[in-house]
């Protein structure tokens, strides 16, 4: 890799760990104004929703210009988000804003690496770039919480900003971190590529979206791909709390513990990544689809966990299994847009049809824990067996992980049939 893709990598970094800790400051804003707690689930949502929605124009616009220039761009649309959170829009529509700038974001930020980069590179770029994103998930959720927490709120209260409160405080550090992104985003290079004229009419741009979206899903390396990111994106986010839930009432941990839990699968991602980006040329990337069901496997097996070494390794080899399953795949899949329709447009294809199974896999996670579970006490561990039993069915922790276990294995198995099929026709390669 030389210096113009860590260029574009540190430019990532940045951006995402700015979003990352200035949702933990949106919460602890919402706190200190006493909103709703169901506010508190919405800020996410409404960051998310704008993947789905500007779907069909994200790509147009990211192949319109240069992808430097349509980041830095994305870079001051968050930065305004942030802006006015701080100036007093309410937290749920500044952070919707910064998601759409997030949402315009990634497709050029996936595109530029695909244009910039042979694709025998295109792997290890994406194990890169999904090590900076988890790393920036991670940082970002530390960053947030030390400066928008109320130790930096006591050590305000003895300085000459005693006026600022600590979410207002993180604010600031945070507009400076984006301008920080949007400085280095000046030095990503220019390239040689053909720009695609934009289009503003909306159902010119919806109806080539949805051409973009079958033709993906036509070609059979693109179809699996896309399938599995798919999967592994919607599952990734409902893992989280799968996992949070799981160490309260499996683990008797407190939210505090339980979070350094989703943090340890963060890190196995990270580490799954990387791995991938070494190991798995993009000519074998589907040979990764096995790991899939490993991590199906090892899901369930949280059910016979008690002992908390054993919980973090497990947390571990589960984000590494992840990691090193969706990086080749997410390679093939830009791999394949970029020849069928341009980085840009398959980029946002992608984007809509993952965090559309987002939205899907949490709100159905919502509905099992609002439907089939009942109150449980924060500390279970050493009851958990005597009540469950005392519910008189299957429990809803054993449901739930089940369920989730087996939402990854019986399709990762089809997806692993159709790809032998289509080796069989002659429609695939390794």
């Known amino acids: 890799m030389n210096r113009g893709f860590y260029t574009i990598l540190t430019a990532q970094f940045l951006s995402a760990l700015a979003d990352n800790a200035l949702f933990i400051a949106a919460l602890a804003l919402l706190k200190i104004q006493e909103a709703p707690a169901w506010h508190q689930s919405m800020l996410l949502w409404c960051f998310t929703v704008s993947y789905v929605v500007l779907a069909p124009f994200a790509g147009s616009f990211a192949d319109s210009m240069h992808k430097g220039k349509a980041m830095m761009l994305c870079n001051g649309i968050k930065l305004l988000g942030c802006v006015g959170m701080l100036v007093g829009l309410p937290p749920l529509l500044a952070y919707a804003v910064v998601g759409f700038g997030a949402a315009a974001y990634s497709p050029a930020k996936y595109g530029i690496v695909t244009e910039y980069l042979p694709h025998e590179q295109l792997v290890a770029a994406n194990g890169w770039l999904e090590g900076a994103t988890v790393s920036a998930i991670i940082f970002g959720t530390v960053l947030g919480g030390l400066i928008a927490g109320p130790r930096m709120g006591e050590w305000l209260a003895i300085t000459p900003l005693h006026m600022l409160s600590a979410p207002v405080f993180a604010l600031v550090v945070l507009c400076f971190i984006y301008l920080a992104a949007a400085w280095v985003n000046l030095y990503i290079p220019k390239l040689n590529v053909e720009l695609k004229p934009i289009h503003y009419s909306p159902r010119f741009l919806i109806r080539e979206f949805w051409d973009c979206v079958i033709k993906l899903w036509r070609d059979p390396q693109g179809q699996l791909s896309l399938a599995v990111t798919t999967l592994f994106w919607g599952a990734g986010a409902t893992m989280r709390l799968v996992v949070i839930n799981w160490a309260v009432i499996w683990l008797g941990f407190n939210l505090e513990e339980a979070t350094r839990l989703v943090a340890v699968v963060a890190f196995g991602t990270a580490a799954g990544a990387i791995l991938a980006g070494r190991l798995i040329p993009l000519r074998q990337a589907f040979r990764v689809l096995p790991a899939g069901v490993a991590m199906g496997v090892m899901v369930i097996s949280m059910l016979f966990i008690n002992n908390v070494v054993l919980a973090g ?118």
């Open 313 to 430: 390794t497990q947390m571990f080899l589960v984000g590494a299994l992840a990691g090193f399953f969706v990086v080749p795949l997410n390679a093939m899949l830009q791999h394949r847009g970029h020849l069928l329709m341009g980085a840009g447009h398959s980029i946002a294809v992608q984007n809509f049809n993952e965090n559309l199974g987002i939205l899907v896999m949490v709100g159905g996670h919502a509905l099992l824990v609002k439907y089939f579970s009942s109150p449980l006490s924060d500390n279970m561990h050493g009851h958990a067996l005597a009540y469950f039993q005392s519910l008189g069915g299957v429990p809803p922790m054993y449901s739930i992980i089940i369920g989730f276990g087996l939402l990854l294995i019986i399709p990762m198995l089809y997806i692993m049939h159709l790809h032998r099929r289509g080796q069989a026709a002659g429609l695939m390669h390794d």
